[in-house]
């Protein structure tokens, strides 16, 4: 069974840092495409950043001067580096995987296994 594990969330101070992991069991993250969501408390999920399984990264929302996105030198992992924190970061972060074709995507419904996500909390 395929899986997706995601860590590497707490909690934060405004302007601070966390890198979030994403692990896959059961399959190699290489061959697919990855993207990062996130779900904030009464707001929809939000997609983040995706990258393709030719390593190019693509951003949905308007992180591109904070967030960045990385596939680890095992090929099995995909880290998601957020800087400079802000509270209206906080939000549960899920990361999913595309194994129908690398090519990234803007709708959730082109990612079909899905990590059960890690809450990242931005407050002083």
């Known amino acids: 069974q395929a899986d997706l594990v995601e860590s590497g969330g707490g909690l934060a101070q405004p302007g601070g840092s966390l890198r979030l992991s994403c692990s896959a069991s059961g399959f190699a993250l290489d061959k697919y495409a990855i993207a990062w969501f996130r779900q904030a408390p009464g707001k929809e999920r939000e997609e983040i950043l995706c990258?393709?399984?030719?390593?190019?990264?693509s951003y949905y929302a308007d992180v591109k001067e904070r967030f960045t996105i990385s596939r680890g030198n095992d090929k099995n992992t995909v880290y998601l580096q957020m800087n400079n924190l802000k509270e209206a970061d906080t939000a549960i972060y899920y990361c999913a995987a595309r194994t129908a074709v690398g090519v990234c995507g803007s709708f959730d419904f082109l990612f079909d296994v899905w990590g059960q996500g890690t809450q990242v909390t931005v407050s002083s």
């Open positions: 990258i393709s399984s030719g390593d190019v990264a």
